[in-house]
Every structure is written in C-alpha cells, then in structure tokens.
C-alpha cells in the first residue's frame, strides 16, 4: 500500500509519501514541505498548496491519502488556515477518486509511539526509527505528514483486514440462506 500523508497548514503544508504493509518494513518514498507566504492572499496561498498537492499526486500516484484532522486551537486564525489547507487536501484526492482517511493528532501520536501526548521530538525520533532515516525529517510538518501516512498503513491495513472478513462473512451467509431456500423448497415439493 502506498500512502501519502498531509500535514495541513498555510504557511507550511507537510507531504510524505510511504509505502508497506502492517507487519513489514515501510519505506519512505518522498517528505517535503509546500511552501506559502504569509504576504500573499489566503486565495494565492491555497492555489499554490492545490498546485502542489496535485504534483504529489501526479507523482507518487498513492492508493490512499492520509489528512490530519483539524482541531480546535486557540489561535482561531491558525484553524482556519489549517481547515483551509486542508479542504484543499481533501479536493484534490476525492477529484481523483483516492480514499481518504483523516486522523487525529492524538491517534497519530498514539499509532506512532505509543503515547497520544507525545511531543513534536517523540513523533519525529519514531518516524525516524520506523522509516530507518538517519534523521528526523525537518521540519516538523514534513515528519508529521509521514507519521500520518505510517498510521494509515496500520490502521488501514487492519480495517482492510476487517472488511474483507466481514464481506467473506456476508457471502457465507448469503449462501447459507440460498442452500436452507432451496432445501425448504425441495422439502414443500416432496411432500
């Protein structure tokens, strides 16, 4: 499964591209930052993360996309900014058709290193050592974007698993209930 995951933000939108499956090693395709301008409109700057997020896309052409829940802070403009970018985001992967996955902070954090309040060093330490890097991504956007991707192959890999058990379950009862028909049916002919 390739995965990219999407750090949302203004001034710096965190991308990474992994690729695995639970229980193997995953590798790091590609971790970057786009890059925005605070000078520039707030219409200019989601052009530019549109632009970029679609050549990632393009690029990499991943089977799912992973996008950081918003929540809320208590700077109302950075919420904004990062429910913006992220709307992009969420455009840009249903355009083509991507499943998208969004996960909280907490849940990466959790996925990641065991513990849903571990700080911006701990996430990027374990990013570091899952991926096999010689150092943590910088900035922090970028290792954050692939601490999203990592969670999603986990999680999504064990809800894929979910499922296909559930659909394999679906189709036995399905012709259980065709066999007990037609044995009923056989059994009002007989008689």
Same mark, same amino acid.
């Given at each position: ?134 150092? @943590? @991504?910088? @900035? ?52």
């Amino acid at each position: 499964m390739r995965v990219m995951g999407i750090d949302p933000g203004l001034t710096r939108c965190g991308v990474g591209v992994v690729e695995g499956s639970v229980g193997r090693p995953l590798t790091l395709l590609d971790v970057n930052v786009i890059r925005t301008s605070a000078s520039e409109p707030i219409a200019t700057r989601l052009v530019t993360i549109e632009r970029g997020i679609d050549a990632w896309l393009d690029e990499y052409q991943p089977d799912a996309v992973a996008v950081e829940r918003v929540f809320a802070r208590s700077d109302v403009s950075t919420v904004m900014g990062t429910a913006q970018a992220s709307g992009i985001a969420l455009v840009c992967a249903a355009r083509r058709g991507l499943p998208v996955a969004m996960h909280t902070p907490s849940e990466v954090k959790a996925a990641v290193s065991g513990n849903g309040r571990a700080d911006k060093a701990q996430v990027g330490a374990m990013v570091t050592r899952i991926l096999r890097l010689d150092a @943590p @991504p910088k @900035p922090a956007d970028a290792a954050d974007a692939l601490a999203l991707a990592i969670t999603h192959v986990w999680r999504g890999g064990a809800k894929s698993r979910i499922d296909e058990a559930m659909a394999a379950a679906t189709r036995s009862q399905s012709r259980i209930a065709a066999a007990v028909a037609a044995q009923r049916a056989q059994a009002r002919r007989s008689s």
